[in-house]
Nanobody, 124 residues
Framework: QVQLVESGGGLVQAGGSLRLSCAAS????????MGWFRQRSGKEREFVAG????????HYEDSVRGRFIISRDNAKNTVYLQMNSLNPEDTAVYYC?????????????????WGQGTQVTVSS
């Protein structure tokens, strides 16, 4: 009943920046805990960043802290992931995810709704 659509992926040079967007529609609630995951080739889907409804409580995976910024605009039902200083290790399919609740989660099974993913490729 909740649809999530990612956009903004593409091919960028190492050291460059990219902004991903996640638009939520359907029967969604503005206070859902939202997150970004990524799945690199041959590896499991992993948590990247999460954000509560307030927008001030955020959590980042260690490898992206200081480079990525997660934010949300509840009025627009949209979550963003600003990615800076990209390197080839950031190459992955990035997924937007939502929980049914406001509490924080950092594992795949803690989220209930998923987008189709958007490819991010960082060249050397």
């Amino acid at each position: 009943q909740v649809q999530l659509v990612e956009s903004g992926g593409g091919l960028v040079q190492a050291g460059g920046s990219l902004r991903l967007s996640c638009a939520a529609s359907g029967r969604t609630f503005g206070n859902n805990y939202m997150g970004w995951f990524r799945q690199r080739s041959g590896k499991e889907r992993e948590f990247v960043a999460g954000i509560k409804w307030s927008g001030s409580d955020v959590h980042y995976e260690d490898s992206v802290r200081g480079r990525f910024i997660i934010s949300r605009d509840n009025a627009k039902n949209t979550v963003y992931l600003q990615m800076n200083s990209l390197n080839p290790e950031d190459t992955a399919v990035y997924y937007c995810a939502a929980r049914r609740y406001i509490l924080e989660a950092t594992t795949r099974d803690g989220f209930d709704y998923w987008g189709q993913g958007t490819q991010v490729t960082v060249s050397s």
